[in-house]
C-alpha cells in the first residue's frame, strides 16, 4: 500500500504500460482524464477516480494536477474481500467503471485515506506492521466497496467433514498464539490448519461463540494489559496498543475497560507507581 501526494505542473499526456496496480486518485487542484479498454474517467477537484484497469495500458492527461494517490496490489484488494489466499483469487478483478458508486461512496474512501494518510502514517509509533496489515486491509476493502467490480463472493462450500475436531481448533489456537505479534489473517490461519477459512470460522463459532479474528484481537489486547501491567519507565498508553495492533486509542480505551474494568492509563499509572515506592523502599540497612 501507497499513499503519495503529487503534483504535475502543466499539461502532461502519458500512455503508460499496465501498472500491475490499483491506482485511485483523488484530485486537491487542477484536473486529471484516463481512458483503458474503453472506460473514461475525468476528475477534478475533490472527486475520486481510479487511472486504469489493473494489469491493463491506460491513456492519461492532467493539468496542474495536485492530487493524493493511493496504490494497492490487486491479488490484495480481491483476496482481503473474498477471504481467500494470493494463490487462490480468480481474477484478473476488472472494474465495472473507474468513476465512484455515489458520492456516499467517495466520502467513504476519502475519510478512510485522510484517517490513514493522518493518524496512522503520520506517527511512526502507531504505524507498527500490525497497524499497518489492518489499515491496508481497510483501504482494499474500502477501494472495492467504492468502485463497481467484478471481484465475487467466495464460492458456497459445505463445511469440510473435519472441522468439528477439537485437535483443528488446538491447532488453530496455537497458530494464533505463536503469531500474534504478526500481521496474520483468516486467510493465514486457515492454511496453517489446512482447511478453508469459513471452516476456520465455523469451528470457533460453534466452540468459542467467537470468530478468529475476535479471537486474535483478545490475545493481543491480553498482551497488551502485561505490558500496561509492567509499566515500562517512559512507556505511554498509545505506544503499547499500536504495539499490539490498536490503531484508535479510543477504541483501545473502551475495549480494554470493558474486560478489565478500569481504563488502560490507569493501568499503566498504578504500575508506575507501584514501581516508584518499590524503588524508594530499597534503602540499605544498617547494621547495629
Known amino acids: 500500500m501507497t499513499i503519495d501526494d503529487v503534483y504535475v505542473a502543466g499539461h502532461l499526456e502519458v500512455r503508460a504500460d499496465a501498472p500491475n496496480k490499483v491506482v485511485a486518485v483523488w484530485p486537491t487542484g487542477g484536473r486529471v482524464s484516463s481512458a483503458c479498454e474503453g472506460f473514461e474517467c475525468r476528475a477534478a477537484k475533490d472527486d475520486v477516480a481510479l487511472l486504469s484497469q489493473p494489469y491493463l495500458p491506460f491513456v492519461a492527461c492532467s493539468d496542474d494536477l495536485r492530487a493524493t494517490a493511493v496504490v494497492l496490489n490487486p491479488s490484495l484488494v480481491v483476496g482481503v474481500v473474498n477471504g481467500m489466499s494470493f494463490g487462490e483469487v480468480e481474477g484478473p478483478i476488472r472494474f465495472f467503471r473507474l468513476t465512484p458508486d455515489g458520492a456516499a461512496a467517495a466520502r467513504l474512501w476519502q475519510n478512510t485515506v485522510v484517517y490513514v494518510k493522518e493518524n496512522v502514517l503520520a506517527d511512526d509509533a502507531l504505524a507498527t506492521p500490525l497497524v499497518l496489515g489492518h489499515v491496508t486491509r481497510l483501504l482494499a476493502a474500502v477501494t472495492l466497496s467504492t468502485f463497481p467490480n467484478s471481484a465475487r463472493v467466495p464460492r458456497s462450500c459445505s463445511h469440510d467433514h ?26 493465514d490461519i486457515a492454511e496453517a490448519v489446512h482447511v478453508t477459512p469459513r471452516a476456520v470460522q465455523y469451528m470457533f463459532r460453534r466452540h468459542l461463540a467467537t470468530t478468529p479474528l475476535q479471537y486474535l484481537r483478545r490475545a493481543r489486547l491480553n498482551y497488551a494489559h502485561r505490558e500496561l501491567l509492567a509499566g515500562r519507565q517512559g512507556a505511554t498508553v498509545t505506544e503499547i496498543a499500536a504495539r499490539w495492533g490498536f490503531a484508535h486509542t479510543g477504541r483501545f480505551a473502551v475495549l480494554y475497560r470493558q474486560t478489565y474494568g478500569q481504563s488502560p492509563h490507569i493501568t499503566l499509572s498504578s504500575s508506575s507507581s507501584r514501581r516508584h515506592v518499590l524503588r524508594s523502599d530499597h534503602r540499605p540497612h544498617r547494621l547495629a
Open 162 to 187: 473435519t472441522d468439528h475436531q477439537p485437535v483443528l481448533l488446538r491447532r488453530a489456537i496455537e497458530f494464533i498464539d505463536a503469531n500474534v505479534q504478526r500481521d496474520v489473517g483468516l486467510t
